[in-house]
C-alpha cells in the first residue's frame, strides 16, 4: 500500500510530539498498545495485507485528536486523518474505511464490519486483562486532570456503569476479555459497599 508507511511515522511523530502531558491515558503508549492488540487481531484471524494495513492506521490514528482537544476527539482525529491520507495520496475508500474505523470506536461504540470490531475492542481490550486497575488509574487521573470527576468514590461508580453498558464484538474477546471483565466489576462493586 503505497503511503502507509510515510503516514505511520508521521502520525506516531504527531502523537509523539503534540499529545499533553497531561494525557496519562491518552498517551502514545495507549496508541500504541492498540496497534500492539489489533497486530494481535490480524494474526489470528489471517487477515489481508490490505485492510490490515487499514486497521493499522485506524488504530494509529484514533486518538489523533487528543492532539488538538480532549472534547469530540473523535470529530479532530477524523479531521487529521483525511488530511494526513491525502497528502500521503490514498483514495478515497481507504479513507473512508480509516474515518469509519475512527468513528467506530465512539462511546457508545456501534462497529458496523470486523475491522471496525477489532479496532473497538482493541481500544478497550484492556477492561479485560489483568493490567485493568494500572491503566484504568491513568484514566482516572486523567479525568480528573481535566476535572471531569473530583475522586475514586465517583469514579468507581462511572466505571461499574460503564463496564456493564460496555460489549464486546469479536468472539475472541467476548471468550478471553468478557470474563475478566466481569470479575472487575464485582470487585468495584465491592469496594462500594
Known amino acids: 500500500m503505497k503511503g502507509y ?10 502523537l509523539k510530539d503534540q499529545l499533553s502531558e497531561s494525557l496519562t491515558y491518552h498517551g502514545i503508549h495507549h496508541t500504541l498498545n492498540v496497534l500492539n492488540v489489533c497486530n494481535q487481531y490480524i494474526r489470528r484471524n489471517k487477515i489481508p ?19 488538538v482537544s480532549n472534547i469530540n476527539h473523535e470529530e479532530h482525529s477524523v479531521k487529521i486523518s483525511r488530511e494526513l491520507m491525502r497528502e500521503c495520496n490514498f483514495n478515497s475508500l481507504d479513507t473512508e ?23 473497538c ?10 493490567d485493568f486497575y494500572s491503566i484504568s488509574d491513568q484514566l482516572f487521573q486523567e479525568l480528573k486532570y481535566f476535572s471531569v470527576l473530583k475522586d475514586k468514590k ?3 461508580k462511572a466505571q461499574i456503569k460503564f ?8 468472539p475472541y474477546a467476548q471468550k478471553y476479555r468478557q470474563p475478566e471483565k466481569e470479575k472487575r466489576i464485582k470487585e468495584i462493586r465491592s469496594k462500594l459497599n
Open 49 to 67: 495485507s490490505h485492510p490490515a494495513k487499514l486497521l493499522r492506521l485506524g488504530a494509529l490514528l484514533h486518538d489523533i485528536g487528543f492532539t
Open 163 to 170: 463496564l456493564e453498558s460496555h460489549s464486546y464484538h469479536t
Open 154 to 156: 465517583e469514579w468507581n
Open 97 to 119: 474505511t480509516v474515518v469509519n474505523l475512527i468513528y467506530a470506536t465512539r462511546i457508545p461504540q456501534h462497529p458496523k464490519n470486523e475491522l471496525e470490531k477489532i479496532l
Open 5 to 14: 508507511n510515510h503516514l505511520r511515522k508521521k502520525a506516531l511523530s504527531i
Open 121 to 130: 475492542d482493541a481500544d478497550l481490550d484492556y477492561l479485560g486483562r489483568s
